[in-house]
């Protein structure tokens, strides 16, 4: 065998064994980047090899979780039998790994996170938390910590070291918590519905020290119970007497049903007990919570107004696009979004109160800032993908208007 050809068959076994070893696709947080289920059951089976042959690699265990518990999320979850699926087979790879690296900072915020939060295993985030202590992907889910044992300082703090050190916060994120804290009124209560919305507003408010009378809290959250209470006792409001196995029974066993039906009358209970203080919600929430609520909801912009009278929103709708808000991610986008990052979720929250006041300076003859709020949405439509729905959409609109 001639060098050449050695030399050859050599650097074709070092390649093939290098791409033997690559390492998949990382599974990136479901928050930031949502895939389809056949992508994470796929990427599943790719981190599954790598856990069998070394289960003590700690990375691979944590995609492997990952990937497992986002086939459920990007699927049809939240129904009882993808419930219970779901949690035995997270269950089954968190024992596993409670052998295999008991030490590990993956095993101990995944212990933590598969628990559902159950303060049982506070000793589990925490020890994650001290072994990295500027990890950046964990200060969510110690943000969620904090507010569940009512460790509001710890919680500002973390906020704020968030804001100051995570150069990777973009700035239609921080656009959109200021345009969600400047356009409520004074000692208001912020209903988030989920991370996209929670994360901003806190960013906003404790990273810049924004608006410190507002009141944030995140519903998702609102049927754990130290959650919960947490939060009443931070609102000063008394006790609510009821819990899920109350309303378990009460919805003949239908997990889901009963979940839904807990948040809503929790939410209830602080509407019922807060007094004065203004109370918005999310524009973007479960359809429960939406009906349940719907009749006393009045879009104002960034949020809905709860309000048990009706009044004009319209008027605060304007105000806010029209004198408040920073708007040059809305007016003007330079990339088109075609990937499923969280910006064109945040930025597609923008479309329905501007399509509120489209409808009305068309109504009221004002033209020219029609046009402006046209623009508006034609440019999110065209950035999510959907310019020719919303050319459809507004073309409906303007022939039901001029034959009225």
């Known amino acids: 065998m001639s060098m050449k050809i050695l030399f050859l068959a050599i650097s074709l076994l070092i390649t093939i064994n290098i791409v033997a070893q690559q390492r998949p696709q990382k599974v990136l947080s479901f928050v930031d980047v949502t895939w389809k289920s056949k992508d ?25 979780y990952n990937a497992a518990m986002y086939k459920y999320r990007a699927s049809a979850y939240y129904r009882d039998s993808v419930i219970l699926g779901s949690l035995k087979e997270m269950q089954a790879i968190i024992d596993q790994m409670a052998k295999a690296i008991p030490e590990s900072f993956e095993y101990n915020r995944l212990v933590y996170r598969n628990s559902n939060m159950d303060l049982k295993y506070a000793k589990n985030i925490e020890k994650a938390h001290n072994l990295r202590p500027n990890n950046i992907d964990l200060y969510p889910i110690m943000l969620t910590y904090y507010g569940t044992i009512g460790a509001k300082k710890k919680l500002k703090e973390l906020f704020k070291k968030w ?27 912020i209903l988030a519905s989920g991370d996209n919305q929670y994360y901003p507003v806190g960013l906003v408010q404790y990273g810049k020290g924004f608006r410190p009378d507002v009141s944030i809290m995140a519903i998702s959250m ?3 119970d130290d959650y919960y209470n947490s939060t009443l006792k931070e609102l000063g409001i008394s006790e609510f007497d009821k819990n899920y196995k109350y309303y378990y029974k009460l919805n003949k066993k239908a997990a889901w049903k009963a979940q839904n039906q807990l948040v809503n009358e929790r939410i209830k209970h602080i509407i019922d007990n807060i007094g004065d203080r203004p109370i918005y919600f999310p524009l973007r929430m479960s359809n429960s919570t ?3 609520f719907d009749d006393s909801l009045y879009m104002i912009g960034t949020l809905n107004k709860y309000s048990s009278e009706t009044f004009d929103n319209i008027a605060i709708l304007r105000k806010n696009f029209e004198q ?40 009221s003859g004002e033209l020219a ?11 999110l439509a065209t950035n999510l993908g959907r310019k020719q729905k919303y050319i459809e959409y507004l073309n409906e609109i303007e022939d039901k208007l001029s034959n009225q």
């Open 369 to 379: 800032k029609a046009d402006n709020a046209k623009r508006s949405i034609m440019n």
């Open 40 to 64: 994470y059951q796929k990427l599943e089976k790719e981190w599954k090899v790598f856990v069998d042959k070394d289960n003590t690699d700690a990375n691979a265990w944590e995609n492997y």
């Open 290 to 292: 939406r009906s349940y």
């Open 324 to 363: 408040k808000y920073l708007l040059d991610e809305v007016k003007v986008s330079l990339k088109q979004n075609n990937d499923n990052s969280s910006k064109p979720r945040i930025l597609s929250l923008y479309i329905m109160p501007l399509v509120e006041l489209y409808k009305h300076y068309l109504s």
């Open 222 to 224: 609102f049927w754990n």
């Open 163 to 189: 804001y100051d050190t995570d150069p990777s916060i973009e700035l239609y994120k921080l656009s959109y918590g200021y345009n969600t804290l400047v356009g409520v009124e004074k000692n208001a209560i």
